[in-house]
């Protein structure tokens, strides 16, 4: 491969494309990363709301496989990452929820800082022929990297288009609250997960959780009530969540507000494949969490995959 120009394109930064961008260097490979945002972490992400720092898209991670364990456990030598808790309910269970330092979003940036990348922020990349490397790694959620692949010309082979086609995502709604007091009955370590509750998923303090210096409340509507209240105004979604988490954590003298709606929290199944290829000139790899796993660690897995394949694909 050329020593003067990058060798592959990624779209997305991140944890899939921030995963393949350090598999990619391990290779010796050079990667050209593009976001459209200006932070990297992508869903791993980051809001603030008058000053006030969320963690706002997913809460925290596990390492199940020993490469993700060993690669995290080196992010939080570097102060990137450490153990939030080891478990949700009353008693741990043992295995451990990570985050990142100072925020979610620092797992990817950590991992593209190691692998030395070209990384463009806050540039999106809107067609796929102005890209002059062999390979292209596309790591957005599958409608938005099909719809990019195809309006570029790319449009991939039918039984992989049924594939991708095929998967479906949850939504969810978040609702951020600067509070002007702590919650009352919130867990030392800041965060309730709520796996059964028709209306809540997640209730997270990030003052608790060592993200805000103030009292402020990322709260994850369950996916059942996301897509109830999807069309509905802010305020009725603000009023609802009020409502819900006063249940579980007392009633809560809230400030400031913002409402996201994620339009993809996660697939509801997965592509049994790690990513999918197709294409020559250039090779296109797909990849990210609706590959094989879900989650933070399931994108993780397919970045890393798709570097491997990309590389088999264009030396
Ligand atoms: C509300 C919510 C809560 C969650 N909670 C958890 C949790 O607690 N634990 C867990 O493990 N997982 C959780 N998840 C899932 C987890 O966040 C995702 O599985 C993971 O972050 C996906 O990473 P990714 O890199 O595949 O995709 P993304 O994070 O979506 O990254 C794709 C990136 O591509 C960029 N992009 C898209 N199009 C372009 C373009 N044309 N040009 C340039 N850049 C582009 C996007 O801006 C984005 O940054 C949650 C997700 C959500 C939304």
């Not at 350090?22 to 593009?34: C, D, I, N, T």
């Not at 496989?65 to 741990?92: C, I, K, M, R, Y």
């Not at 940036?109 to 102005?130: F, I, N, P, Q, Y």
């Amino acid at each position: 491969m050329s020593n003067s120009s990058p060798d592959i394109t990624i779209v997305g930064a991140g944890i899939t494309g921030a995963a393949a961008a350090y598999r990619l260097s391990q290779l010796g490979v050079r990667a050209e990363v593009y976001e459209t945002s200006l932070i990297p972490g992508g869903r791993m992400a980051r809001f603030e709301l008058s000053g006030v720092v969320f963690d706002h898209g997913a809460q925290f991670f596990t390492t199940r496989s020993s490469e993700f364990q060993s690669l995290v456990g080196d992010a939080a030598n570097d102060g990137a990452a450490q153990v939030w808790t080891h478990g949700f309910g009353d008693t741990p269970d043992g295995y451990e929820r990570w985050r990142g330092v100072p925020d979610m979003t620092a797992l990817a940036d950590w991992l593209l800082r190691k692998s030395e990348a070209t990384v463009h922020l806050g540039e999106s990349v809107e067609d796929l022929r102005h890209i002059d490397t062999p390979g292209i790694i596309l790591t957005a959620p599958i409608p938005v990297s099909l719809s990019l692949a195809t309006t570029s010309g790319f449009k991939p082979p039918s039984n992989i288009l049924d594939q991708l086609e095929s998967v479906e995502y949850k939504r969810t709604v978040a609702v951020l609250l600067v509070l002007n007091q702590q919650p009352l009955a919130m867990p030392p370590m800041g965060g309730i997960q709520l796996i059964d509750d028709p209306c809540l998923a997640f209730i997270t303090d990030n003052q608790a959780k060592g993200v805000s210096s103030i009292p402020a409340l990322t709260i994850h509507l369950s996916n059942e009530a996301s897509l109830d209240l999807w069309d509905q105004p802010d305020e009725i979604i603000v009023e609802f969540a009020l409502k819900k988490v006063g249940a579980h954590i007392g009633d809560v003298d809230a400030g400031d507000h913002s409402v996201t709606r994620w339009r993809y929290a996660g697939p509801v199944d997965v592509i049994p494949e790690f990513s999918v290829v197709w294409n020559e000139q250039p090779t296109l790899v797909m990849a990210g969490e609706a590959f094989n796993g879900p989650k933070v660690e399931g994108a993780f897995n397919s970045g890393i995959d798709a570097a491997n394949k990309v590389v088999e694909c264009v030396s």
